[in-house]
């Protein structure tokens, strides 16, 4: 086959020389190339090469997600994240860019992207008196860490927000699980840096924050990361194709409304006066000064109350009253004391508009949640 | 084939190329294909069925064989090799049985296998049956048309639908599975698509008095041959005995057959494992195309499937080649560039060649001689017609016997009938266009655009099982909806 003739033809007959020959050779530079990956550490400039916004549109929520129908996929590339969402497209004239931090209610689980708090507010095209149009990016991320949210919007400065918007729940405070978010444990260096940066109470030394050994930075040790890039990519395709960034079930458990007699939240056996050293207001401290002059909204987020079994001891799956009764009181004095923007929306959305955890929003529930956060914006 | 398939078949071959004994490598190359189909088989929802299915390709391959057969002075029985053959087949079997005794993770078959009893029992009936044909009815001369029908109507059964679940539907009822749950997937039988082919071959270059005299092993080998069990290519008989033959006369270690061979498969596993496989993720498919929302976005992801199949397909065949290399067996070329050929039927002569070939030995030619040699024979354009049409749609219902891979198998016929049209009225004219170089590379670079268009075209009829929503995508992409 003639194709073939650069292999089969050319050459009188290969021999063991040959042979041998080519294997040393592609083997040093097999050998060569990782070392110059571990040295170069080249994956946050491939990071930022994408298809998405040039040949593709920008993504309007962070890449995230498991499941193939879902054309989207979980990736720890801070630089890939941001490069593929549309926040990374220049800034109009007449834009009032605002970020909206948070878990997975705001990054929108089972909703499409138009039905998110970022796809509700555009909607609703709310303008300032100034003449700007409000532009609501969503950079939420589904993990529960406040930490994560503060590394996001740490890297998302860069992006010139002229507010924030940060929205979040007791879950993401517990200090002990500040730490196990995927985004939290591959972003070492970063996360280091905050940590050191603003003094947070958090073990910089904890195992769960190792850096990448040298192993772990070559192309062999990378390879996940890479196959990762390329696979986002080329489901941008998908994206561009479908408007589809999700995998939405046609049916789903809905949050449960009947609990067992049960009082423990977390590591919590039993009721106990919550500190502030104990959840993580600190990292919260930590983004006001990183948000630095761009007004930055703390939003306590709303949640699913029960009115089932046992609901006079739990708001919800996750909750026991007392914990988010001492959650919020202590919330209220913090931000009184430091002075912080902050709206307490923990029972703004009907019951009924909760699907399948405590936090995630119907359409219409996360309308009204726009609504009321859209008149602030505006208003702020 | 995965890749830990593929590896270990690699470093298998690279074995016995340097410590197999010349005399056995036949023995080797038949004795790993027997093993290998038991373990390529994907276990399947049946109770037993996925250790049955290659045991029933054994027996079927041998009962074709003792068709074919050409014994030396007419001798009734089995030959020495013969006899030897059929007992280390009937041992690997049984030792294949065996690994029901064994932990999961070291068995070689895809799940439990059955009582051994129940095979050895089965192995007696299906001796018992080999005596009575070999003594009785050998000189009966309609074995070779029997063997024909039969394959093709069990190829029938299996590939269409309603008949593979009523199938399912017994064989669970057999082993006390949910009836409710049958399906054509449980009738999974990897590479009777291939097997089938090369069986009917055999029996009709026998029956034509073509074929080459084979004893069991290189019957069984040439069958069954591991790296072209799943997906080609469809070797001739006459050719693989050629090289099977010369086995013993191949210089083990040849570093010209070595590095040819671990080239073609490097190659191959980069069109399968990083092109294709990265190209499925766009490829079009059912759901794709009910998600997309815009034309441009279902032309791309067309061309993606176009790509993709192609380079998953040539990949595979690029890897069975290169093994075969390695192990001494010169698989023939399967594609040859199809998709830069300037009209359909060149991309015909170049597209899954092996079985263009074999359609066009076995179905055009001796329908179209037919045709031709009728009293009230009809004109050479009917002709034309019909055995294009017939020949396609035989390709097309080969994949499943749908109506969408009839529409493909319809979409490639009228195509090669009307290029024949074409070509017949334009052969003066393109002769022509020897003197004027610009218009000829310009009708050239046209043909292998349209051309590649109607072929891409035609997988929707293939990507989409279902023919409404293939007519659906069809009239959106050319912008009729």
Known sequence: MSSWGWLTEGIAAYNWRFVARVVVKAGLLFVLLNVAHALLEPMPLIGRLTLHNHLLPGRARLPYGEHPAAYNLSVDSLEAMFATHEISQPKAADEFRVLLIGDSATWGVLLR??????????????????????????????????????????????????????????????RGRQLDAALVQRNVPQV???????????????????????????????????????????????????????????????????FEADLSWLSYALPQSLTTNELAFDVIAAGLERAGDVPLLLINEPIFIADGENSELRYNFWYPRWAYDAYRVLYAAQAETYGWRYLDLWDAIASDEFTDSPVHLTSQGMRQLAEIIGTVITDF | MTLLDIGIFCVGALLYAAFCPPRWRGWALMIASVIAIYWLQPTLNIRFLDFWLPTLTLIITLLCWLIVRQPEGHEPYLGREDRLTSGVVIGLVLALAANRYLAPEVRLTPSRPP????????????????????????????????????????????????????????????????????SIVDIGWLGFSYVAFRLIHTLRDHQTGILPALNLREYLTYVIFFPAYTAGPIDRAGRFIVDDVALPKLHGLDAARITEGAGRIVVGLCKKFVIADSLALIALDATKAEQSESVLALWVLLYAYAFRLFFDFSGYTDIAIGIGILLGIRLPENFDRPYLKPNITAFWQSWHMTLTQWVRFYIFSPLSRSLLRRRQRPSNDVIMLICHLTTMIVIGLWHGVTWAFFMWGMWHGLALFGHKLWADRTRAWVRGLGERPRLKAAYTVGGVLLTFHFVTLGWVWFALPDVGLAWSVFVRLLGLA
């Open chain 1, 192 to 258: 280091h840096n905050l940590i050191v940066s603003y003094g947070l109470n958090l073990d910089a030394q904890d195992a769960r924050l190792s850096e990448p050994d040298f192993f772990e930075r070559t192309i062999i040790g990378q390879r996940r990361v890479l196959a990762d890039w390329l696979r986002l990519q080329l489901y941008g395709v998908m994206w561009a194709a479908t408007g589809i960034d999700q995998f939405y079930p046609e049916a789903y458990t809905p949050r449960a409304n009947d």
């Open chain 2, 115 to 182: 009582e051994i009893t129940t095979v050895i029992l089965v192995l007696i009936l299906i001796a018992a049956l080999t005596l009575l044909v070999t003594r009785r009815w050998r000189d009966w001369p309609r074995w070779n048309q029997v063997g024909i029908i039969a394959l093709v109507l069990l190829f029938v059964v299996i590939k269409t639908e309603p008949l593979a679940q009523g199938i399912s539907s017994i064989l669970r009822a057999g082993v006390g599975q949910d009836t409710s749950l049958a």
């Open chain 1, 113 to 174: 992207p138009e039905d998110t708090l970022a796809g509700q507010i555009n909607a609703m095209a709310y303008m300032l008196d100034d003449g700007r149009t409000v532009r609501a990016y969503n950079v939420g991320h589904p993990m529960l860490s406040l930490t994560k949210d503060l590394l996001l919007l740490d890297y998302a400065m860069q992006y010139t927000p002229d507010m924030i918007v940060w929205l979040m729940t007791l879950q993401s405070f517990e």
